[in-house]
């Protein structure tokens, strides 16, 4: 049985714009977006989304209102604890990097400066521990020879999305399985 959720998006990037739209697209509603990116403001106010467009350094607040699901998309802020479980359902986190191996920031430039041959992405549930929660979606791929930052970044981006869209059809389904981390964990935080 399909069925439709709702959902709040926070985060900074045009990634952010394009999971809302495949959100909607697959049936659900996007609630709120909160960000700090004014292109995603403005996608959320063409598409006469509720908006909220935060300044530097002030906290994601969000109205009081309800919803299903909360994704955090290309969102470099640690979130509350007490945000994440508004989500009557799950509070999911894009990152871009394969979990465990690549948790903290800067995954794809890790993953070069380690020599990996292959990378991907992975969709988590958000715990109170960064990068550590449940799995919900994971993607990996090949990494090119002549592969940069900056393209494994762009790769990371669609497969991102490719896998966001897989993830809105599971919710309309009501299949949203999870799966637990496995495998070494390395964490690259903000300072090294």
């Known amino acids: 049985m ?3 959720t709702s ?3 926070v985060g900074d990037g045009t990634l952010l714009a394009r999971c ?11 609630a709120f977006v909160a960000t700090r990116n004014a292109e995603v403001a403005q996608w959320a106010r063409q598409q006469g989304i509720a908006h909220r467009l935060i300044a530097a350094g002030e906290a994601v607040d969000l109205p009081q209102l309800g919803f299903d699901y909360f ?3 290309a969102n470099l802020e640690v979130l509350p604890p007490a945000l994440l479980r508004r989500a009557r359902k799950l509070a999911i986190n894009f990152h871009d990097g394969p979990l465990p191996r690549y ?3 800067n995954a794809p430039a890790w993953a070069l400066v380690q020599g990996e041959r292959e990378h991907g992405v992975t969709w988590h549930e958000m715990t109170d521990r960064v990068d550590a929660g449940r799995i919900v979606k994971q993607k990996t791929f090949a990494i090119a020879p002549d592969e940069t930052a900056l393209s494994l970044n762009a790769r990371c981006w669609e497969a991102g999305l490719a ?3 897989e993830i809105a059809s599971d919710a309309a389904r009501g299949e949203l399985p999870l799966l637990p981390q496995s495998g070494a ?3 690259f935080a903000r300072d090294r």
Not at 20 to 30: E, I
């Open 2 to 4: 399909m069925s439709s």
């Open 7 to 9: 959902a709040v998006f």
């Open 20 to 30: 809302a739209q495949a959100w909607c697209d697959a049936g659900h509603t996007v």
């Open 71 to 73: 994704f955090s998309v």
């Open 103 to 105: 948790a903290g920031l």
């Open 163 to 165: 896998a966001f869209a």
């Open 185 to 187: 964990r390395t964490y």
